[in-house]
């Protein structure tokens, strides 16, 4: 599962790189907001990946996870406006979904599993 999130990571971590250059270099209305969630989309796909190399630290697996949250539920809002707007945009849809994996992937691999003993 750390390998598919590894890949997930390295997606999204260029998927929101690519996002930024295309705010700023287009610069359509409110390109100032789009690029700063672009920037947190790509900061949270290297923190994970930070966090996957240097073997979990405790306090940084709080940010992660919190990070993890935050993109799965901005996937979740892009894809359910993508579905309805008037235009689709398929880099929208794909981002979306792939926000939404990482996320659930990021909280499976980081969160403690439970001990499963049967009284």
Request: net charge positive.
């Amino acid at each position: 599962m750390k390998l598919l999130l590894t890949f997930m990571c390295l997606f999204v971590l260029a998927a929101g790189t690519w996002l930024g250059v295309m705010e700023y270099i287009l610069k359509h209305d409110g390109y100032a907001g789009r690029s700063a969630i672009a920037a947190c989309i790509t900061i949270q796909g290297l923190a994970t990946l930070l966090f996957l190399l240097w073997h979990g630290r405790t306090v940084f697996r709080s940010v992660v996870l919190t990070g993890a949250i935050a993109v799965a539920l901005l996937g979740a809002s892009a894809v359910m406006r993508i579905s309805r707007a008037p235009h689709f945009e398929g880099f929208v849809l794909l981002i979306g979904l792939a926000l939404i994996l990482q996320g659930a992937l990021t909280m499976a691999v980081l969160l403690p599993k439970r001990s499963r003993k049967v009284a």
